[in-house]
T-cell receptor, first 113, second 110 residues
Framework: NAGVTQTPKFQVLKTGQSMTLQCAQDMNHEYMSWYRQDPGMGLRLIHYSVGAGITDQGEVPNGYNVSRSTTEDFPLRLLSAAPSQTSVYFC????????????FGPGTRLTVT | RKEVEQDPGPFNVPEGATVAFNCTYSNSASQSFFWYRQDCRKEPKLLMSVYSSGNEDGRFTAQLNRASQYISLLIRDSKLSDSATYLCVVNGGGSYIPTFGRGTSLIVHP
């Protein structure tokens, strides 16, 4: 039981490049989320999903896209990277129906130059 | 006013001390409350859920005060390994979307 996995662990991009951050969970959780964490800002919700085929925007969605074609996977796409997107990105999942307790992946540290 | 507020600290305490953190929330319809622990450069991990009746797990005690809209975390007999940032998380009114506090930093020294 791997829990929530994220790849890559580290990534450096140039401004304007695009990439996809991968997130997968093996707990059959319905709810999945993407957060970014910046120094002094705490965790901010980017996008979330309450089930396969359903996604919605969080607090800071601009510049990011998501899709949820399966229960297990919830990739985050950066469309055209900007230095302001330099951050640590965490994916999380929750069973939702009975508990809002969230389980986080180990994070992806992204630097945009 | 922020929805969930925490004193950022740091709280700097000696081993063996008792330390308490509070977290205030603004949404009176909030229903689920949690404390998470985050070590430096690591992901947040669930420490405790907070129930209306309060709950205890070893050296850790969490309490909820709905009237004053705050939750608390008490750590007794602090260990060096308790050094971390403690995040308060609130889910409001049936919404899946949680609100995170910015965290309280705890440093336990010998």
């Amino acid at each position: 039981n791997a829990g929530v996995t994220q790849t890559p662990k580290f990534q450096v991009l140039k401004t304007g490049q695009s990439m996809t951050l991968q997130c997968a969970q093996d707990m059959n959780h319905e709810y999945m989320s993407w957060y970014r964490q910046d120094p002094g800002m705490g965790l901010r919700l980017i996008h979330y999903s309450v089930g396969a085929g359903i996604t919605d925007q969080g607090e800071v969605p601009n510049g990011y896209n998501v899709s949820r074609s399966t229960t297990e996977d919830f990739p985050l796409r950066l469309l055209s990277a900007a230095p302001s997107q330099t951050s640590v990105y965490f994916c999380a999942s929750s069973s939702g129906q009975y508990s809002y307790e969230q389980y986080f992946g180990p994070g992806t540290r992204l630097t945009v130059t | 006013r922020k929805e969930v507020e925490q004193d950022p600290g740091p709280f700097n305490v000696p081993e063996g001390a008792t330390v308490a953190f509070n977290c205030t929330y603004s949404n009176s319809a909030s229903q689920s409350f949690f404390w998470y622990r985050q070590d430096c450069r690591k992901e947040p991990k669930l420490l405790m859920s907070v129930y209306s009746s309060g709950n205890e797990d070893g050296r850790f005690t969490a309490q909820l005060n709905r009237a004053s809209q705050y939750i608390s975390l008490l750590i007794r007999d602090s260990k060096l390994s308790d050094s971390a940032t403690y995040l308060c998380v609130v889910n409001g009114g049936g919404s899946y979307i949680p609100t995170f506090g910015r965290g309280t930093s705890l440093i336990v020294h010998p």
